[in-house]
C-alpha cells in the first residue's frame, strides 16, 4: 500500500509541473523579437524589395506565422480590455499588432483604428506601384518612412510623417491617411477598464507546445527550424558523457583525498587543502567557466591550449586515438567546471566520515593490539557504515553537483555548436 505521505507527494507533482508549464510558456511568449523573423532568418529590409519579392516575403511571413501559431491565441481562455479587438492575436506582423494594441488603448476605438490602418495599406500599395522594381532610392527611402508609420504610436509623430512625405505622390492616398487618423479623447477611456472575457477553444498556442511537449504534434524551433525533439536528444546524449565523466571525476579524486586529509586532521596540510576547497566551492561555475575560456581558448593570452566550443569536427578515417584526443580537448574545460564544486563538497563529505569513524571503539582497539596506521585505515574505509549516506547527496546538492549544472556549462562552452 503507498504511504498517505507519499501519495500526498505525488498527487503534489502535478499542479507543480502546470505551474512550471506556464511560468516557461510565460517566459517564451514575454522574450522579445519577432519570432517569425528569427524563424524565417528574415534580415532584409522590405522597403528596398520589388513589389513581387515583397508579396513572396509577406506570404512567407503568413505561411510561418500559422506554422508557430503565432495567429492564434495565447491560451484557452484571455480577460482583455474592451478596447482591444476579439480577434487582436490575428493581426501580423507581431510589430504591427502591438501597434495596433497601443493605439486601441489609446483611443479606445478598435474599429476607428482598423479603419485608418486599411487607409495606411491602401497608401502603400499606391506607392508600390509607383516603383515596383525598387531601384529608385528616392522611392526606397519613401517607402522607408511609409512602412514606420504603422509601428508607429504616438499620434504627433504620425502626423509629422505623414506630412513630410511628398504631396505629388498618391497625393489621395496621403490625404485620406491623415484625415482618418484616429484622435485621442481626452480624460480617461472606459474601455479599458471594463473586462473581458473569452473563451478561445482547444486550438491555441499553449495547447500547441504541450501537445508538442508530449510528441502529439511536432514543434520546431525558432532559431534553426529543427525539429525540437531532435535537438534535445542531441545535446541530452552529450550531457550525459558530461555528468559521467564529472561524478566519475569527482567521486574518484574525493574519496582518496578526504582519506589522507582525515589521516593528518589538523596539520598544515590538512588546513591548506581546506582552504583550497572551500575557495573552490564558492567560486561560481559559470564565473570559472568564463575566465577559462577567454585565457585558455583564446591565443591572446598565449595559453590557447583548449578549442573554445563545439565538440570537435572527426576528420573521416581517423583513429580511435585520435578520435578520443579530439574529444577530450573539446570536454576537458566543461568537465572541469562541472567537477570542481563537487570534488570539494564530497570530500570534506568523506573527511568528515573519516574523522566519525576513527573515533570508534573497534579502531581504539586496533590501534591497543599494536595494528598500523595503514592497515587502520584500510579498516576504517571497508567498514565505514556512513560512507554512503555523505556520498550520495553529492549528486544532488543544489550548486557543486554536476546533474542539475551542466546547462550553465553547455552555455558557456556551447559543446553542442548552438
Known sequence: ???????????????????????????????????????????????????????????????????????????????????????????????????????????????????????????????????????????????????????????????????????????????????????IPEGMILSNWIPRFQWHGWDNRYHRWMASFFGGTPHRSWVDGQPVWRKISQATWWTLWMNGFAILFAYGLSIPLGVWMARHAGTARDQWTTFFLYAMYSVPGFWLGTLLLVFFTTPVYGMDFFPSIGLGDIPPGASAFETILIRVSHLFLPVFCLTYGSLAYLTRQVRNAMLQELKQDYIRAAWTRGLTSRRDLASCVSKCPVSIDHLVPGLCCPQPSPVLSPSKSSLIFREWGD
Open 1 to 183: 500500500m503507498m504511504s498517505p505521505y507519499f501519495r500526498k507527494r505525488l498527487l503534489l507533482v502535478i499542479p507543480t509541473l502546470v505551474l512550471v508549464s506556464f511560468l516557461a510558456f510565460w517566459l517564451q511568449e514575454s522574450a522579445p523579437g519577432d519570432p517569425i523573423a528569427q524563424y524565417l532568418r528574415d534580415d532584409d529590409t522590405e522597403a528596398a524589395m520589388p513589389l513581387r519579392d515583397l508579396r513572396v516575403h509577406q506570404a512567407a511571413y503568413m505561411r510561418a506565422a500559422r506554422e508557430l501559431g503565432m495567429d492564434l491565441p495565447a491560451f484557452y481562455v484571455s480577460l482583455t480590455p474592451l478596447s482591444l479587438p476579439d480577434t487582436l492575436h490575428r493581426i501580423l506582423p507581431l510589430t504591427r499588432r502591438e501597434a495596433f494594441s497601443m493605439w486601441c488603448r489609446q483611443t479606445g476605438s478598435p474599429g476607428v483604428v482598423q479603419k485608418w490602418y486599411d487607409v495606411l495599406d491602401q497608401y502603400q500599395t499606391a506607392i508600390l506601384q509607383l516603383d515596383p522594381t525598387g531601384k529608385n532610392p528616392e522611392m526606397v527611402s519613401i517607402r522607408t518612412d511609409l512602412a514606420r508609420i504603422p509601428l508607429l504610436t504616438d499620434p504627433v509623430q504620425v502626423k509629422s510623417y505623414l506630412s513630410g512625405l511628398p504631396d505629388s505622390l498618391a497625393t489621395a492616398q496621403r490625404q485620406s491617411a491623415l484625415a482618418a487618423l484616429p484622435p
